[in-house]
């Protein structure tokens, strides 16, 4: 089965400065790669996805970029704000799979 | 507005009491699934249901057991809960399984003591 490994467990920033978190897949076959923020006290919600069809796709201040080759992707939060503090989850699933494997979860702070 | 609702958000309870964790969606998804979220382990499905009357396990299904008899509903039971069931618990419902936006809900907070 897909095995999804997420690097770094904790990532303090100042405010302003960027943020990069970063995954590993192990299953060739996976093309979906969903990014989740949860805040304090509330369910993963997502952020911005990536299709294996696309190597890089931005929503203002955070972009995912995705390298199939090399199996890993990455997400960048630029310009961070106090409010991008939450722990963030990468995942991985393919098509005809009921479920999403997640990673470990990165834990930002953005300290003002 | 669309949501999908957990309850309760914390339950403490004792070894061997059967509970259940109610889960609804008002998005009319066809997919929905139970899963645990412990420290350092990320978020693990324990369960899933692809529509009414059908279910499956999912990684983590040891001690759990759900049922689907309505599309909006899909309760999650712990028949005799142990310590190690001590988790956070959330419910998802999407559109299309493991390639579409899964939609959570707020999270309960499980004690086994």
């Known amino acids: 089965g897909e095995n999804v490994e997420q690097h770094p467990s904790t990532l303090s920033v100042q405010e302003g400065d960027s943020a990069v978190i970063k995954c590993t897949y192990s299953?060739?076959?996976?093309?979906?790669f969903p990014w989740y923020k949860q805040e304090l006290g509330k369910g993963p919600q997502l952020i911005i996805d990536i299709r294996s069809n696309v190597g890089e796709k931005k929503d203002q201040r955070i972009a995912v970029t995705l390298n199939k080759t090399a199996k890993h992707f990455s997400l960048h939060i630029t310009e961070t704000q106090p409010e991008d503090s939450a722990v963030y989850f990468c995942?991985?699933?393919?098509?005809?799979?009921?479920?999403?494997?997640f990673g470990s979860g990165t834990r930002l702070q953005v300290q003002p | 507005e669309a949501q999908v609702t957990q309850n309760p958000r914390y339950l403490i309870t004792v070894t061997g009491k059967k509970l259940t964790v109610t889960c609804s969606q008002n998005m009319n998804h066809e997919y929905m699934s139970w899963y645990r979220q412990d420290p350092g382990l990320g978020l693990r499905q324990i369960y899933y249901?692809?529509?009414?009357?059908?279910?499956d396990k999912g990684d983590v299904p040891e001690g759990y057991k759900v049922s689907r008899k309505e599309k909006r509903n899909f309760p999650l039971i712990l028949e005799s809960p142990s310590p190690n069931q001590t988790s956070l618990y959330f419910c998802?419902?999407?559109?299309?399984?493991?390639?579409?936006?899964?939609?959570f809900g707020q999270g309960t907070r499980l004690t086994v003591v």
């Open positions: 249901s692809m529509n009414v009357e059908v279910t």
């Open positions: 995942a991985a699933s393919s098509t005809g799979r009921r479920a999403l494997t």
């Open positions: 299953d060739s076959a996976s093309n979906y």
């Open positions: 998802a419902s999407s559109l299309g399984g493991g390639v579409t936006e899964a939609f």
